[in-house]
């Protein structure tokens, strides 16, 4: 299997975080895309697809805002990270007026994804590995693996969040549709609920979003992720969400995975798209499911015995020791 990755990725490199009202070492680190690409196996660096693909998806404002962000909170005589500490509830007046600091509340839906010096130029060669790995795909070959890192699925059309800048996946599905795919389905097996490619395809019917995750009643992102969100519009039942508790374990997960394989099996995608995490692992440090390292290959062959052809993409994982194994067992089903 192709797998993608850019050392670039690695120089997005925030100092901290704010970790349930505490500063503690980032937990996104790039030692994280080092461990997986470590033990999955030679990654190539992806080829440059300009930044349409990216466009395609965010709004133009909000990628001024994250290519200017630190030159900005530089100027306004800040060291360190960039991060927002004001939001505008909801949604205010349309304001515009040049303040970083306002801006950073704006564009942002969490106060745990700093911008660091470079999270720019990492995140657009991110990108680019899964706009190549869709591209590999829709080439002829079966599957391919954007080793990602920052993770995206919590990144809005105009929002960063949960550690996340562009929203990869997103990016890789838009990019399939536009070279000529009628029908994608994304499958998100991360632990945290992909918000952000939720709300990008909410309304739109010829992406299927089915999502298993932690209850947002308990973990992050809270606000979305719940049963009850279907998609509007065009897109009314194009979004799946199925939310599991804590301590979740193999047999529940599968038999929720088994119901979302079959709606995307009915949808009839000419395309899988899978945002993997491996923060379900019982040992995560951030998270509370139950999943053992042998349960990855389980999950891997449920989802490749659709067939169809799959790009999948790397979001969670912060269990360093088991992070390149638990990846590699998912992806040796494909
Ligand atoms: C990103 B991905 C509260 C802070 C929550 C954000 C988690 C983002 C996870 N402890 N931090 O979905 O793995
Ligand atoms: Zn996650």
């Excluded at 805002?65 to 509830?89: C, H, N, Q």
């Excluded at 994804?113 to 795909?137: F, G, K, L, M, R």
Aim: glycine letters at 10%; a negative charge.
């Amino acid at each position: 299997m192709q797998i993608f990755f850019d050392d670039r990725q690695c120089l997005h490199n925030p100092a901290r975080e704010l970790h349930n009202g505490d500063w503690t070492d980032y937990y996104e680190s790039a030692d994280r895309a080092r461990k997986i690409a470590g033990t999955v196996g030679a990654a190539t660096a992806p080829a440059d697809f300009g930044e349409g693909p990216i466009a395609a998806v965010h709004a133009p404002e909000y990628l001024h805002f994250l290519k200017t962000a630190m030159t900005r909170w530089r100027e306004a005589g800040r060291s360190g990270d960039a991060i927002g500490y004001v939001w505008p509830i909801v949604r205010r007046r349309a304001l515009e007026f040049g303040r970083i600091d306002a801006e950073l509340g704006q564009y942002s839906m969490d106060a745990s994804t700093p911008i660091s010096d470079s999270t720019w130029e990492a995140a657009y060669w991110n990108a680019q590995c899964a706009v190549a790995a869709a591209h590999t795909v829709l080439s002829g070959e079966k599957s391919a693996f954007a080793l990602c890192r920052p993770p995206g699925h919590h990144a809005g059309r105009d929002y960063l969040g949960g550690y996340c800048y562009l929203n990869n996946v997103a990016i890789a599905a838009q990019h399939a549709l536009d070279q000529g795919r009628s029908r994608v389905a994304i499958l998100d097996v991360d632990y945290h609920h992909g918000n952000g490619t939720q709300d990008i395809f909410w309304r739109r019917g010829n992406v299927l979003f089915a999502s298993l995750h932690a209850d947002p009643r308990t973990d992050f992102p809270f606000y979305w992720g719940h049963a009850d969100e279907r998609g509007e519009g065009d897109g009314a039942g194009a979004t799946l969400n199925y939310p599991l508790p804590r301590g979740t374990t193999i047999e529940p997960y599968r038999s929720a995975l088994s119901q979302a394989l079959k709606k995307i099996e009915a949808s009839a995608p000419e395309l899988l798209l899978v945002s993997f995490g491996a923060d379900t692992f019982a040992l995560d440090p951030i998270s509370h499911f139950e999943l053992q390292r042998e349960d990855y290959a389980v999950i891997g062959r449920d989802i490749a015995a659709l067939g169809l052809p799959s790009v999948i993409v790397m979001e969670g994982g912060y269990d360093l020791d088991a992070l390149g194994d638990n990846t590699t067992e998912f992806l040796g089903a494909f």
